[in-house]
């Protein structure tokens, strides 16, 4: 497909639209995508539809704990709902097209939502410190109204700096393709396409990934390095144990999310490859919200309990 072009004297041109090329590469399993991504999709709509399900009508889980898990599962199906449909339609149609203002919505949406997790993360790493180095003011610190505000700041903390990358990348000309080597419209693929000097705009985004990354990453390293630590101290091993087991399901999903958004954003230029990006990205778009219901239903009690006592009365 080609962009028009509106610019010949200095090389550069106006795109109307883009196209995702996706899993184009693979032609022979367009169908067989297609059935593992709706399948993928059903199990984030239903396990996370469950999570807030029991969250909400189980009296045990009214706690601020189970409040921020209930709007974790809220975002992953906005989250996977940004990019999910699309890759469907794709695979489904082969019309890979897309145009600039869908692909500028689909970005700035994604990036809005995956700022939000990473603040709700850290918000959640420092609900369990507070929980377990400070069990003794956790209901005076942790009330209803700080719950609400920390909710709603990591809701909306980010967005104004993502429509503000948003805007300016897609500012940029773009003179090399309208060919998007990605299954989404996302920051590096986009830039490849850029023509011009954008060491401006590499350094903003490192800036910013650095901010909505990195740094709620330290925090949530620096909370449960402190409750690691009051933990190894409790004196029995049951104690111990079940401390332990409400914070190691946190940490896992920590690890899954932040690991591959670190990689994706802050590795060096020269270490982008189209099939890394594609690979590291189905971690943090599909693989992560899909498995959050499982690691959290499964690794606590509280969760299992109140999921068994939901299907019991369904049943009967």
């Given at each position: 497909?080609?962009?028009?072009?509106?610019?010949?004297?200095?090389?550069?041109?106006t795109i109307?639209?883009?196209?995702?090329?996706?899993?184009?590469?693979?032609?022979?399993?367009?169908?067989?995508?297609?059935?593992?991504?709706?399948?993928?999709y059903?199990?984030?709509?239903?396990?996370?539809?469950l999570?807030?399900t029991i969250?909400?009508?189980?009296?045990?889980?009214?706690?601020p704990?189970?409040?921020?898990?209930?709007h974790?599962?809220?975002?992953?199906?906005?989250?996977?709902?940004?990019?999910?449909?699309?890759?469907?339609?794709n695979?489904?149609?082969?019309?890979?097209?897309?145009?600039?203002?869908?692909?500028?919505?689909?970005?700035?949406?994604?990036?809005?939502?995956?700022?939000?997790?990473?603040?709700l993360?850290?918000?959640m790493?420092?609900?369990?410190?507070?929980?377990?180095?400070?069990?003794l003011?956790?209901?005076?610190?942790?009330?209803?109204?700080m719950?609400?505000?920390?909710?709603?700041?990591?809701?909306?903390?980010?967005?104004?700096?993502?429509?503000?990358?948003?805007?300016?990348?897609?500012?940029?000309?773009?003179?090399n393709?309208?060919?998007?080597?990605?299954?989404?419209?996302?920051?590096?693929?986009?830039?490849?396409?850029?023509?011009?000097?954008?060491?401006?705009?590499?350094?903003?985004?490192?800036?910013?990934?650095?901010?909505?990354?990195?740094?709620?990453?330290?925090?949530?390293?620096?909370?449960?390095?402190?409750?690691?630590?009051t933990?190894?101290?409790?004196?029995?091993?049951?104690?111990?144990?079940?401390?332990?087991?409400?914070?190691?399901?946190?940490?896992?999903?920590?690890?899954?999310?932040?690991?591959?958004?670190?990689?994706?954003?802050?590795?060096?230029?020269?270490?982008?490859?189209?099939?890394?990006?594609?690979?590291?990205?189905?971690?943090?778009?599909?693989?992560?919200?899909?498995?959050?219901?499982?690691?959290?239903?499964?690794?606590?009690?509280?969760?299992?309990?109140?999921?068994?006592?939901l299907?019991?009365?369904?049943?009967?």
């Amino acid at each position: 497909m080609k962009c028009e072009e509106v610019k010949a004297d200095d090389n550069t041109s106006t795109i109307k639209q883009f196209v995702l090329l996706g899993f184009s590469d693979l032609p022979n399993l367009q169908r067989l995508l297609f059935g593992v991504f709706s399948t993928i999709y059903v199990i984030i709509l239903i396990g996370n539809s469950l999570v807030i399900t029991i969250t909400r009508l189980d009296k045990a889980l009214q706690k601020p704990m189970y409040f921020f898990l209930a709007h974790l599962s809220s975002l992953e199906i906005c989250y996977v709902s940004v990019t999910l449909p699309r890759i469907l339609v794709n695979l489904w149609t082969q019309d890979r097209s897309i145009s600039m203002l869908g692909c500028a919505s689909q970005m700035c949406f994604f990036l809005a939502l995956g700022a939000t997790e990473c603040f709700l993360l850290a918000v959640m790493a420092y609900d369990r410190y507070v929980a377990i180095c400070n069990p003794l003011h956790y209901p005076l610190v942790m009330n209803q109204k700080m719950c609400i505000q920390l909710a709603v700041g990591s809701w909306i903390g980010g967005v104004p700096v993502q429509i503000g990358q948003t805007c300016q990348i897609f500012s940029l000309h773009f003179c090399n393709s309208n060919q998007i080597n990605h299954f989404f419209c996302d920051i590096p693929p986009i830039l490849q396409l850029a023509c011009g000097d954008l060491f401006v705009h590499e350094i903003s985004v490192y800036v910013v990934a650095m901010l909505f990354v990195a740094l709620p990453f330290v925090l949530i390293l620096v909370s449960y390095s402190k409750i690691i630590s009051t933990i190894l101290k409790l004196p029995t091993a049951r104690g111990r144990a079940k401390a332990f087991s409400t914070c190691s399901s946190h940490l896992l999903v920590v690890f899954l999310f932040f690991g591959s958004a670190t990689i994706t954003y802050l590795r060096p230029k020269s270490n982008h490859s189209a099939g890394t990006d594609r690979l590291l990205s189905l971690f943090y778009t599909t693989v992560t919200p899909m498995f959050n219901p499982l690691i959290y239903s499964l690794r606590n009690k509280d969760v299992t309990a109140a999921l068994r006592k939901l299907l019991l009365k369904k049943m009967v």
